[in-house]
């Protein structure tokens, strides 16, 4: 059989490059790994910033890379973070191109849209740092923009706390380095929703950061207890005891994770 393709799709803030350590393993056992930039991140970045950029935008772009993966085999879908959005909202709209879907401490909203949760739910560490992180107006901008590139050390100490805080200053520093200060605005809420006639039919699995504390372990405990009621297909969860990007620092147990769902 063709070997599997793992499509990885990041989080806000975040681009392809934070997936390296995570396609490096996949692609040294055999596989096939491909770290998407939605519009607008990474190497895609644009001057003119994000203001525009939509929930279906980054489906496009996801749909494309999964349509010519899907040539060469199965296809194996994996978000982090806000990346679970683009995830489902992919997977409601091609389910016949994948092979299965996995959220690794990531957003996936069945019953309501994201700001329902977010209004539901306590705050995380980073909901209660961001506020003091914003550079500019978002209603003026048209999108979201942050320090992350600062050097301010109770700033610092805040971003270690709620990304990071089973790793080293250093890490950290590399992890804020290579991160995006831009973030597109609009969310799809609709769009964004498990759809239980397509993404139900998939296999689907749950990798839940216990020591997460930018998106918090009820919160995925939430995600996970919701699709499970909803769809006659439950959950596979497995528990990681690492922080919010602790996993692509050290991707050793998510690769055992993944490599484990690829088709024999």
Partial sequence: MSPTTFVLVHGAFANASHWGPVCRALALQGH????????????????????????ADDVAAVVATVRAAREHGPVVLVGHSRGGMTVTAVANAVPE??????YVSAWC?????????????????????????ITADPAEVGELRVDLHTSDATAL??????????????????VLAAMDVREALAIDEDAVRVDPGAWGLLPHTYVRLSGDRALLPALQDRFVAE?????????????VATSHVGVQLWPERLVEVLTGLAPD
């Fill in 227 to 239: 699709a499970d009621a909803a769809l006659p297909q439950p959950f596979t969860v497995v528990d």
């Fill in 97 to 102: 191109l994948l092979d299965h879907v996995v």
């Fill in 32 to 55: 096939r790994a491909v770290a998407v930039d939605l519009p607008g991140h990474g190497l895609d970045a644009r001057p003119t910033g994000l203001a525009g950029i939509s929930t």
């Fill in 157 to 174: 100490d805040a971003l270690q706390d709620a990304l990071l805080a089973d790793g080293t200053r250093a890490e950290l520093l590399a």
């Fill in 109 to 133: 909203c069945v019953t309501a849209g994201p700001s329902t949760y977010l209004a539901e739910t306590g705050p995380s560490a980073l909901d209660v740092l961001a506020p003091s992180l």
